[in-house]
């Protein structure tokens, strides 16, 4: 075993060459992750009232920009299929298509900034976690263009595989998140008690700071010489559609993902407040899994795209089974720890919290993290398989079958219990399991039928060397 093992780690697209590239955006994804985390314990220190609004505001600003967000994410796989097929002088002009999706944030902000208050309302929330909803929500909006551009920039650097570069940028924002969040939040060293108002302009700084950095990096002569980062900013129709076509259904997936888990937060929130604190937290805790792994997704998209611009298909197969034997150990082991430990995890959020309010919170999340603890384990199917799938060119498919399966196993059955059975948050609870399960078994299925070995995003051209 420990031979195979060897092997398979010295191998093309086996576990060293994965981890390699996953690493650094595993460390990245991570920053993003603590980022939130202490985000949410900050905000649970303040009060019951920030930390139950801040998830739904959150995730509804998050729905209206996941479709460009999404689609800006897919520069990678161009990318990377570009450096494989030896074309870098296409890579900085995919880049730049990226690029200009941050025109189109600008009447998203304009329309949806007035509509805040009506938006909110119609949720049915208490009247101050309403009022504080409204708040976060109209400051993260402003941050849109930045995410865009982040998102397209870093494209550049996963998809040449150069994910260190991505990971710094990111610990960087990262820092300037907490360091603002903790001034803003509690009104430390000067600073105002701005409470939930202070967390939304620490994350809009934050997104800022990442654009404007990735840009210099990207403007930087090793880059203009090879890849064309400053000579490719001209708008091209052709790269531009083509990036809409592949891309937006990564979007769309993106923006309908969010929009159901934000329907389910709502109908949490239907429940009780105590309900959707603890699911809130809950869903906070998990990003200590998810968070990590979505960099180990990202990798598997990068490799499969190279390997397919290389055309070979096998080693992109290889990779991708590489990625889930290390994101299956992963996750395991995680779980374990939700499910045998969940006091480690509930302590920051708790270690500050009313005791009087926290208690029943308290109790109702360590029951909530054993779901997240069994849905972990096909959480690593879900993630690298989609990954794949997306690499290749597949994210038709992706976006159809994880919006149909959000309908079918999560909002429909999660409604119908709520509305005619008037069932509790556990209820719920077990429609998401069962939502991932389905996501892990529909993806897989798809990976091994193998169509999408022969999907190029790219054109086909003759090749120039590097």
């Not at 079918?408 to 209820?427: A, E, K, M, Q, R």
Request: aromatic share 16%; charged share 10%.
């Amino acid at each position: 075993m420990r031979q195979q093992f060897t092997r398979r780690w010295q191998a093309e697209s086996g576990y060293g060459e994965v981890l390699r590239i996953a690493f650094p955006l595993i460390l990245s994804t991570g920053s993003w992750s603590l980022q939130h985390f202490i985000d949410r314990m900050f905000l649970t220190w303040f009060s019951p009232e920030a930390i139950a609004a801040s998830m739904p505001a959150g995730m509804v600003n998050w729905t209206l920009v996941s479709v460009l967000m999404g689609t800006a994410v897919y520069v990678n796989t161009f990318v990377a299929q570009y450096f494989g097929a030896r074309q870098p002088q296409r890579i900085g002009p995919a880049v730049w298509q990226g690029i200009y999706l941050a025109i189109f944030t600008i009447p998203l902000i304009a329309l949806f900034y007035p509509l805040a208050k009506p938006i909110f309302f119609l949720f049915g929330h208490p009247e101050e976690v309403e009022h504080l909803e409204i708040i976060y929500f109209r400051i993260l909006l402003i941050g849109a263009p930045f995410i865009v551009v982040s998102n397209a920039i870093s494209g550049l650097f996963t998809g040449l595989g150069k994910t260190w570069v991505v990971m710094w940028v990111n610990f960087l924002g990262t820092a300037v998140n907490i360091l603002l969040d903790y001034l803003l939040i509690f009104g430390k060293l000067g600073f105002p008690q701005m409470g939930i108002a202070g967390a939304g302009l620490a994350t809009v700084s934050a997104v800022v700071v990442n654009a404007i950095v990735f840009f210099a990096l990207m403007t930087r002569p090793l880059f203009t010489r090879t890849f064309h980062t400053l000579k490719g900013w001209r708008f091209e129709w052709e790269l531009f559609r083509r990036l809409i076509r592949f891309g937006l259904p990564n979007g769309i997936q993106f923006l309908l993902e969010l929009f159901a888990f934000t329907l389910f937060i709502l109908l949490v929130g239907k429940i009780g407040l105590v309900e959707l604190a603890a699911s809130n937290i809950a869903f906070n805790i998990n990003t200590l899994a998810f968070m990590p792994m979505f960099g180990m997704t990202i990798a598997v998209s990068t490799l499969v795209g190279q390997r397919l611009g290389e055309n070979r298909p096998d080693l992109a197969e290889r990779a991708t089974w590489s990625a889930f034997h290390l994101g299956f150990i992963y996750f395991a082991t995680i779980g374990l720890g939700y499910f045998f430990l969940p006091e480690l995890f509930i302590l920051p959020f708790s270690w500050q919290a009313e005791s009087e309010h926290f208690a029943t919170i308290h109790n109702m999340i360590v029951i909530l993290l054993r779901f997240v603890a069994v849905y972990c384990l096909f959480d690593a199917g879900n993630m690298i398989f989609s990954g794949a799938l997306k690499g290749a060119g597949d994210t038709r498919f992706v976006a159809t079958a994880s919006v149909g399966l959000s309908w079918l196993l999560l909002l429909i059955p999660s409604g119908v219990t709520l509305y005619l059975f008037h069932g509790g948050v556990y209820w719920l609870w077990l429609f998401v399991t069962l939502y991932i399960v389905g996501l892990c078994l529909v993806f897989g299925f798809r990976f091994l039928k193998g169509r999408w070995k022969s999907m190029r995003v790219i054109e086909r051209s003759s090749p120039e060397g590097i």
